[in-house]
Structure formats: structure tokens, C-alpha cells
């Protein structure tokens, strides 16, 4: 009696709608009409053929699996063969010896108990015995050449697809793992600016515990300040004092000139408001042309070009020209470390 619950119609139909969506985009129109047509047809054939052969005694399962596995090959041999170079009016008879061999060898494994996987073996094997065998057969009747008959027996669309699906699981892999590295990063970051926080907040209160009776968190600071610049030479503490307004270069003058400066903080306080300046600081950039000139016209706007041409004007002529040039937006021939010494020269005579 026919196999119960196995719509074979129905399901040629399901593996022809499917074929569309994966054949190559790259194929022509006809070529994909072509692939999905004979999926389709030696689907059906198939299906029709284990339905009514009562002798086989088939369950729905072992006839939806023969079926597939021919609506499989042949999806991937009918792809190989359009690669191949191999003139279209050969192709159907390639196919229809593909898909015979392909039922004998499921119906005889399933008759046989063959485990599953020793099945899709032998007929992986068998499928590539005979399309080579037909290659073959075109190139003694000399249908195809040599070079034809090479590349139609290099082709297999089921191994390719089947790297593309690795590299594509490779891809999500790393993009899962590069996303909770991200995640993790990130979260750590968090916690990090967490404790921060909390040692900023630390030792703001210590400093302010330690202050000594009518002197403020801003005195405190500036004295430290002064504990440091007393061991720097004059040309440093001059250039430092001048980016400071008047009242407060002034007090850290007459701190340095404090002959007892140090009894009046003690060594976790300097340490405290060294480590809160320090928060502050500005990171040293890399000296680069675009960072030399930027710093350049940040001064050009800030003072007039008199006033710089003043301060250039015993230099060499490639260093004036360097800063002609520069007023455009423009770095001329010059070093980028002596740039970089000019820049910084300029910056500190203003």
C-alpha cells in the first residue's frame, strides 16, 4: 500500500521553492531555471516511485530521506556541471544518471540497515564515481578537451558551500567574541572610572582633613606646586609661572621663597595633591605635522603676527619661511622635530 502521510507532490514542491532561494546569484536566469526544474523533477520522479512500490515497505521518514538526498545532489551537480564549461544538451543525461544511482544505492542501504552515515558516504561516492565516469565518456567521444574535462571534475558546489557556511560560523564566532570583549572592556572601564571616583573622592577628603586651620584646598595646592617648581631651573619656573594668572604666580613665588615651606604640609598631604593635579595633566601628544600647525594657528589667532615675527625675526630664512607658510595652513619643507622645537619656542616667548 502506499507510504502513509508521504505527500511527495508536496514535498518536491518544498525542495524546487527552496533550490530558488539558494542557487548562485551570479548564474543566469536560465541557468537558475534549469537547476530548480530538474531538482524539482527528480524529486517528484523519485518520491512517486518509493510511494507506490509496496515491495519496499518504506516508512514517511526513510522515503523523505531518499528523496531529499537526490533533490540535494542534484541541486549541487546540475550547479557543477553549468561551472563546468560542459555544452547544456549533455547536461540531463549526466543528471539522470546521477539521480539513478542515487536511488538504487538508498534503497538498497535502507533495505540493508545501513547506518545513516555509511549511507551518505557510499553515495557521495557512487555520485562521483559516475559524474566522472561521464565526463570521461564526453571527452573519448570528443564532445570536451582536456581542459574542460579538468575543470568539469574540479568542480564540487557541495564542498564550497559547505566552507562558506564554516567561514560564515567562523564569522559570527569572532563577532560574538569580539562583542563581549567589547562588553568586557567596557565593563571594566566602568569599574575602573568606579574607583577612581572613589580615590579622587578619598583623597579630596584627606586633603581637606589635613588642611591646616585657615588655609585652603586652593593655597594647599599652590604650595605643593611650589615644592616642586624650587627644584626645576628658572627658565622652566618662569615659563610655568606665566600661564598662571598674576595673584596666583605671585603666591607660588612666595611660597618657593618659604624657607619653611615644608612644615606647613606634611608628606601624605603633598602626595595627596600631586596625585589630584596629576588627574589634570595634559597627555604629551604625538608630534605629528598636523599637531605642529594646529599649535601654530592656535597662537596666530590668539596673538598678532607682529608680535611673532618679533620673536623669529634673528632666525634662519627656512625657519621664517616655515612660519610664513604655516599662517596658510601649510607646512613647508622643514623637520618635523625642529617644527616641533620651533612651535614650542614660539609658544613660550609670547
Given at each position: 500500500?502506499?507510504?502513509?502521510?508521504?505527500?511527495y507532490k508536496d514535498f518536491a514542491a518544498s525542495m524546487a521553492e527552496q533550490a530558488k532561494q539558494l542557487v548562485p546569484p551570479e548564474l543566469k536566469d536560465h541557468e537558475k531555471e534549469y537547476i530548480v526544474k530538474t531538482l524539482g523533477n527528480f524529486t517528484l520522479l523519485a518520491?512517486?516511485?518509493?510511494?507506490?512500490?509496496?515491495?519496499?515497505?518504506?516508512?514517511?521518514?526513510?522515503?523523505?530521506?531518499?528523496?531529499?538526498?537526490?533533490?540535494?545532489?542534484?541541486?549541487?551537480?546540475?550547479?557543477?556541471?553549468?561551472?563546468?564549461?560542459?555544452?547544456?544538451?549533455?547536461?540531463?543525461?549526466?543528471?539522470?544518471?546521477?539521480?539513478?544511482?542515487?536511488?538504487?544505492?538508498?534503497?538498497?542501504?535502507?533495505?540493508?540497515?545501513?547506518?545513516?552515515?555509511?549511507?551518505?558516504?557510499?553515495?557521495?561516492?557512487?555520485?562521483?564515481?559516475?559524474?566522472?565516469?561521464?565526463?570521461?565518456?564526453?571527452?573519448?567521444?570528443?564532445?570536451?578537451?582536456?581542459?574542460?574535462?579538468?575543470?568539469?571534475?574540479?568542480?564540487?558546489?557541495?564542498?564550497?558551500?559547505?566552507?562558506?557556511?564554516?567561514?560564515?560560523?567562523?564569522?559570527?564566532?569572532?563577532?560574538?567574541?569580539?562583542?563581549?570583549?567589547?562588553?568586557?572592556?567596557?565593563?571594566?572601564?566602568?569599574?575602573?572610572?568606579?574607583?577612581?571616583?572613589?580615590?579622587?573622592?578619598?583623597?579630596?577628603?584627606?586633603?581637606?582633613?589635613?588642611?591646616?586651620?585657615?588655609?585652603?584646598?586652593?593655597?594647599?595646592?599652590?604650595?605643593?606646586?611650589?615644592?616642586?617648581?624650587?627644584?626645576?631651573?628658572?627658565?622652566?619656573?618662569?615659563?610655568?609661572?606665566?600661564?598662571?594668572?598674576?595673584?596666583?604666580?605671585?603666591?607660588?613665588?612666595?611660597?618657593?621663597?618659604?624657607?619653611?615651606?615644608?612644615?606647613?604640609?606634611?608628606?601624605?598631604?603633598?602626595?595627596?595633591?600631586?596625585?589630584?593635579?596629576?588627574?589634570?595633566?595634559?597627555?604629551?601628544?604625538?608630534?605629528?605635522?598636523?599637531?605642529?600647525?594646529?599649535?601654530?594657528?592656535?597662537?596666530?589667532?590668539?596673538?598678532?603676527?607682529?608680535?611673532?615675527?618679533?620673536?623669529?625675526?634673528?632666525?634662519?630664512?627656512?625657519?621664517?619661511?616655515?612660519?610664513?607658510?604655516?599662517?596658510?595652513?601649510?607646512?613647508?619643507?622643514?623637520?618635523?622635530?625642529?617644527?616641533?622645537?620651533?612651535?614650542?619656542?614660539?609658544?613660550?616667548?609670547?
Amino acid at each position: 500500500m502506499p507510504i502513509e502521510g508521504f505527500d511527495y507532490k508536496d514535498f518536491a514542491a518544498s525542495m524546487a521553492e527552496q533550490a530558488k532561494q539558494l542557487v548562485p546569484p551570479e548564474l543566469k536566469d536560465h541557468e537558475k531555471e534549469y537547476i530548480v526544474k530538474t531538482l524539482g523533477n527528480f524529486t517528484l520522479l523519485a518520491g512517486e516511485a518509493l510511494y507506490n512500490d509496496e515491495q519496499l515497505k518504506l516508512n514517511v521518514d526513510q522515503a523523505v530521506f531518499i528523496t531529499q538526498i537526490i533533490a540535494e545532489w542534484s541541486f549541487h551537480k546540475s550547479i557543477d556541471l553549468i561551472h563546468s564549461g560542459i555544452l547544456p544538451q549533455y547536461w540531463d543525461s549526466i543528471m539522470q544518471k546521477i539521480a539513478f544511482t542515487i536511488f538504487e544505492v538508498a534503497k538498497q542501504a535502507v533495505i540493508r540497515k545501513i547506518p545513516q552515515d555509511q549511507l551518505l558516504q557510499a553515495i557521495e561516492h557512487h555520485v562521483i564515481k559516475v559524474y566522472n565516469s561521464s565526463i570521461e565518456e564526453l571527452q573519448q567521444k570528443g564532445v570536451i578537451d582536456e581542459e574542460i574535462k579538468q575543470r568539469a571534475e574540479s568542480q564540487s558546489n557541495i564542498d564550497a558551500m559547505a566552507k562558506q557556511a564554516q567561514e560564515e560560523q567562523q564569522r559570527q564566532q569572532q563577532a560574538v567574541a569580539e562583542e563581549a570583549e567589547k562588553n568586557r572592556a567596557e565593563a571594566e572601564k566602568r569599574q575602573e572610572e568606579k574607583r577612581r571616583q572613589k580615590r579622587l573622592e578619598k583623597q579630596q577628603a584627606a586633603v581637606a582633613v589635613s588642611i591646616p586651620q585657615g588655609i585652603t584646598n586652593k593655597q594647599m595646592k599652590l604650595m605643593t606646586l611650589a615644592l616642586v617648581l624650587k627644584i626645576l631651573s628658572q627658565d622652566k619656573v618662569t615659563t610655568i609661572l606665566n600661564k598662571f594668572d598674576s595673584s596666583d604666580s605671585l603666591a607660588i613665588s612666595q611660597y618657593m621663597n618659604m624657607a619653611d615651606l615644608e612644615s606647613h604640609i606634611d608628606s601624605d598631604l603633598i602626595s595627596g595633591c600631586l596625585k589630584e593635579m596629576k588627574e589634570y595633566l595634559p597627555i604629551k601628544r604625538k608630534l605629528t605635522k598636523e599637531n605642529v600647525l594646529g599649535d601654530l594657528l592656535r597662537l596666530y589667532r590668539s596673538n598678532p603676527r607682529e608680535k611673532i615675527e618679533k620673536i623669529i625675526k634673528n632666525e634662519r630664512p627656512l625657519v621664517k619661511r616655515f612660519i610664513a607658510q604655516a599662517y596658510d595652513g601649510e607646512y613647508s619643507e622643514l623637520p618635523l622635530k625642529v617644527a616641533g622645537i620651533v612651535a614650542q619656542y614660539i609658544e613660550e616667548s609670547v
